[in-house]
């Protein structure tokens, strides 16, 4: 199985040269096209390859080196070192009882909360919004890597039933699915791509501009009230959507 020879256009994305080259380097040892043990291209053959600058590729390779994906000597070359770890492990569940459920070896870190948030400033396209809302963040962190970085949106009338370790350990829908007298009748979530800003990069330790996966989650009770909003930044290099399709 042998590389592409084709020219790569990197100018497309906003993510810098040397992350896409990064990303594309390491699919490229996922995939077998550079195996374990072999030298790869050289700096000269891979500016040539992709277009871009010697020092680009350096950066690049110097993240895999950083990985102990690739191993450099002088005068010999470049040489697969291993192979990547699963890197795809965080799934963005599609249906309702996955997404109850918490995430193994996960851990929640609250970073905010905040009472009084008028429910005008909570806009959705399902139910009516409460007369106030708690805003809770939340980072998640598993293996002592941040993934997740979230914004919970809480009736306030509800606050008093969740505890404080209900907000450290349950999932955004589980914090009202659980409640007593509580029924959530509907339940909405949308999940499109997007980059890091800077506020998301600082929290998940990721470059600028690096791809993410926002995912806005509602939930209406029986009385049509929008008891709870959550909106999460997920680092795109962990994410993995699987859907049953029969």
């Known amino acids: 199985m042998n590389a592409p020879t084709g020219k790569l256009d990197l100018s497309r994305s906003a993510v810098p040269r040397y992350l896409q080259l990064a990303t594309l380097f390491r699919r490229r040892i996922e995939q077998g096209v550079w195996?374990?043990?072999?030298?790869?291209?050289t700096v000269d053959e891979l500016a040539a390859e992709c277009s871009v600058a010697r020092a680009t590729i350096r950066q690049a390779l110097d993240d895999l080196e950083q990985?102990?994906?690739?191993?450099?000597?002088?005068?010999?070359?470049?040489?697969?070192?291993?192979?990547?770890?699963?890197r795809l492990w965080c799934d963005v569940e599609a249906d309702w009882n996955g997404?109850?459920?918490?995430?193994?070896?996960?851990?929640?870190?609250?970073l905010g909360d905040a009472d009084g948030i008028p429910g005008a400033a909570i806009p959705d396209s399902i139910g009516e919004p409460a007369p106030f809302y708690?805003?809770?963040?939340?980072?998640?962190?598993?293996?002592?890597?941040?993934?997740?970085l979230a914004d919970v949106y809480?009736?306030?009338?509800?606050?008093?039933?969740?505890?404080?370790?209900?907000?450290?350990?349950?999932?955004a829908l589980r914090l009202?699915?659980?409640?007593k007298g509580v029924?959530?009748?509907d339940a909405r979530q949308t999940l499109t791509i997007g980059v890091a800003d800077v506020e998301s990069a600082e929290a998940?330790?990721?470059?600028?501009?690096?791809?993410?996966?926002?995912?806005?989650r509602a939930a209406v009770d029986a009385k049509g009230t929008l008891v709870l909003v959550a909106d999460g930044i997920y680092r795109g290099d962990v994410v993995r959507i699987d859907i049953k399709l029969k």
């Open 35 to 41: 195996k374990l043990g072999q030298q790869i291209p």
């Open 67 to 86: 990985e102990g994906l690739i191993e450099r000597f002088r005068a010999k070359g470049t040489f697969v070192r291993k192979t990547p770890a699963n």
């Open 99 to 110: 997404l109850l459920r918490s995430r193994e070896g996960a851990e929640i870190e609250i």
């Open 134 to 148: 708690r805003h809770i963040r939340r980072r998640h962190w598993r293996d002592g890597q941040p993934f997740l």
């Open 154 to 171: 809480l009736d306030s009338r509800l606050s008093p039933l969740v505890t404080a370790e209900d907000l450290s350990t349950k999932t």
């Open 176 to 179: 009202v699915s659980g409640l």
């Open 183 to 185: 029924k959530v009748v």
């Open 204 to 216: 998940l330790q990721l470059p600028l501009n690096a791809p993410v996966a926002l995912v806005h």
